[in-house]
């Protein structure tokens, strides 16, 4: 059966190569050991009925009785088709809002993302990971990186720089293969010049600033810079409250200066280090840009209509005086800004790549060599999570019979009683 699978898709990715040559310059940056399944799919099989699954979690919930952790995750083990992934989804919310939601397994987790990319449900995946707290989606690195892989095998920068924004918020870049799939999806989203909101800024920016300052190098630097300038702008735009809204930043004004920091050091530092000319280019734009609306500002104050000023107000009502303090410090940043970036190209420390093209030469020279520990922290997961799967269902097979004993006992006692 496997052979005759195998020799099928083989013979349609021949057809598929042959009559679409574009086929071929889809990228996929991990390779396929990493995301080969066959590990995954080796582990013991526990074959269930997701009808009488979900019967059974069904009666439990009406007696609002708990649903344990091994049902949910036989559930999800056993979905085989794109509408059992729908009810899944169901069952993961509905267990998230019962008593045992602190017992979701790190494996369900890890399965529910493999089952959304095996059935064409990666929009189910994304919706679950948004809605972490609804749902208990809390993946790990390995996880995190088969999900951001997938969008960039697809050429969706975007979705992928979504999921790295989860990656970010839970604080998960310990991993350099992660930190590295992160930063290409970032640098490859934006080299399209996106049209970015606030949200936007503020999510993107923090992820590279949180990446950036773990990388000592150019590209890790490139992106503090970055990162900082990106949260620098929606700084000195709508205050610090409005950078700091749930990110794992610092509650700390001078985001633009602290790129400028980023500048001096590279300054200072002895080796080769440097800053890519594009994050240069992006900041002087950003400091064009904050000029010319503090002069619009100051300049248009009498000719503004009714539903001008009032939001006006409305922003400036939000402005602490350590925001306006902090807005005060633009003329300096200007010029500050223009000498360091004359400094550095006097030093020859602005790097003429694109951030794009140092991300992608990292992800090709490096990431190869990162994904070594990884494979091997995942088979030894993979065999933790069967021995703790293994013993829960040791556990629950002697509470059935520690039950039926019960029951046995209760009915010999109810008929002697009967019989006195």
């Not at 496997?2 to 679409?20: E, G, L, Q």
């Not at 790190?106 to 990971?129: E, F, N, P």
């Not at 969008?151 to 989860?166: N, R």
């Not at 990884?374 to 002697?398: M, T």
Request: with cysteine; net charge negative; charged share 25%.
């Amino acid at each position: 059966m496997a052979a005759s699978i195998m020799r099928r898709c083989a013979a349609a990715a021949v057809r598929v190569t042959c009559k679409t040559p574009t086929f071929t310059a889809r990228r996929c940056l991990l390779s396929a050991a990493y995301t080969d399944t066959q590990l995954w799919e080796a582990r013991e099989p526990d074959p269930q009925n997701l009808v009488v699954l979900a019967d059974f979690m069904n009666s439990l919930y009406d007696r609002k009785l708990p649903v344990s952790s091994l049902t949910i995750s036989r559930f999800v083990d056993n979905i085989s088709s794109r509408e059992e992934v729908d009810q899944a989804e169901y069952y993961l919310y509905k267990f998230r809002h019962s008593p045992n939601c602190w017992y979701l397994r790190d494996w369900t987790v890890h399965s529910w993302i493999r089952q959304c990319l095996k059935y064409g449900a990666r929009d189910k995946a994304m919706h679950t990971l948004k809605n972490k707290v609804q749902y208990g989606m809390f993946p790990d690195d390995f996880t995190f990186n088969l999900l951001i892989d997938s969008y960039i095998k697809d050429g969706d920068f975007e979705s992928a720089c979504s999921v790295v924004e989860e990656v970010m918020l839970q604080e998960a870049f310990d991993l350099p293969s992660t930190q590295i799939l992160s930063l290409y999806a970032l640098g490859n989203y934006l080299a399209t010049k996106p049209k970015l909101g606030i949200a936007e800024e503020r999510a993107l920016g923090a992820a590279l600033l949180i990446i950036g300052m773990k990388q000592d190098n150019t590209v890790g630097l490139s992106a503090q810079f970055f990162g900082n300038s990106l949260l620098g702008k929606v700084e000195m735009l709508n205050g610090i409250h409005a950078v700091f809204r749930g990110m794992p930043l610092t509650w700390k004004h001078g985001f633009v200066g602290r790129a400028l920091a980023v500048m001096e050091s590279v300054a200072a530092a002895p080796g080769d280090v440097k800053l890519s000319k594009d994050t240069l280019d992006h900041l002087d734009e950003v400091l064009q840009e904050l000029s010319s609306a503090s002069d619009s500002d100051s300049s248009g104050e009498e000719s503004r209509g009714e539903e001008e000023e009032e939001e006006q107000k409305k922003k400036e009502s939000s402005l602490d005086e350590e925001d306006e303090a902090e807005q005060a410090k633009l003329p300096f940043y200007v010029s500050r800004f223009k000498e360091l970036r004359s400094e550095l190209e006097t030093q020859g420390k602005v790097d003429p790549a694109t951030f794009q093209a140092l991300v992608s030469t990292q992800a090709r020279q490096n990431l190869s060599a990162a994904e070594q520990p990884d494979l091997q922290q995942y088979g030894s997961q993979v065999e933790a999570w069967g021995a703790e799967k293994r013993l829960l269902v040791q556990r629950e097979k002697e509470m059935r019979e520690r039950s039926e004993q019960e029951r046995q006992v209760r009915l010999a006692a109810r008929a002697a009683a009967q019989q006195a």
